[in-house]
């Protein structure tokens, strides 16, 4: 199965909060990522937490991080058809030889409705 | 300073035919990745080369995948014999030492369609 699963699709309206969903499987992941694909463009990184930390804020964004549960999520203030892209949730596991391979979900579409 | 660059930014090809995508790292970075995305997937890890030390191919799906750096310069990946399955957007990425803490920096992309 896939070591970091994400929901393929959320649809929110212009102004409202958006949360994105991801779980994985590495318990020794170091880092947890989110980036942002816009259509025609290559991955942009958002923000990144560590593993030894809840929450981490940065303006609009907010990462979560439930390390009990796997669970790490993206919550976008104000949401803006701008912020309509694919967001993927990657993590750099301690597993194989790759220093900073990263592990990257199927990605989540956010459309914004105005 | 100018970001990862990758070329071409399309390429169509007929299938059996080879084809050679290249990438330009950021300046001063000595890791760089290879990484594949299928259409509704997410990114496949392909290589990966750091430094001067051997490149961890392990990511590479068939002995038709290839890839080179010149040092810590251009890297190039070639896929030999090319089959439709091959089409994808094929994403290069650098960083500056490769570590897990590391922020990778990624190309827009090269489009491959094998017809």
């Known amino acids: 199965g896939e070591d970091v699963e994400q929901s393929l699709f959320l649809s929110v309206r212009e102004g409202d909060s958006s949360v994105i969903n991801c779980t994985y499987t590495d318990s020794s992941s170091t880092y947890l990522y989110w980036y942002k694909q816009e259509p025609g463009a290559g991955l942009q990184l958002l923000t990144y937490i560590f593993s030894n930390m809840d929450m981490k804020q940065d303006q609009r964004l907010t990462v979560l991080l439930n390390k009990k549960d796997k669970h790490l999520s993206l919550r976008i203030a104000d949401t803006q058809t701008g912020d309509s892209a694919i967001y993927f949730c990657?993590?750099?596991?301690?597993?194989?030889?790759?220093?900073?391979?990263?592990?990257f979900g199927r990605g989540t579409q956010l459309t914004v409705w105005p | 300073g100018a970001g990862v660059s990758q070329s071409p930014s399309n390429k169509v090809t007929e299938k059996g035919k080879d084809v050679e995508l290249r990438c330009d790292p950021i300046s001063g970075h000595t890791a760089l990745y290879w990484y594949r995305q299928r259409l509704g997937q997410g990114l496949e890890f392909l290589i990966y080369?750091?430094?001067?030390?051997?490149p961890d191919k392990s990511g590479l799906p068939s002995d038709r995948f290839s890839a080179e750096r010149t040092g810590e310069s251009v890297s190039t990946l070639t896929i030999q014999r090319t089959q439709q399955e091959d089409s994808a957007v094929y994403l290069c990425a650098s960083s500056l030492w490769g570590g897990g803490t590391d922020t990778q920096y990624f190309g827009p992309g090269t489009r491959l369609t094998v017809l």
């Open positions: 990657a993590e750099s596991g301690d597993r194989g030889s790759t220093l900073g391979r990263l592990y």
């Open positions: 080369f750091q430094g001067n030390s051997a």
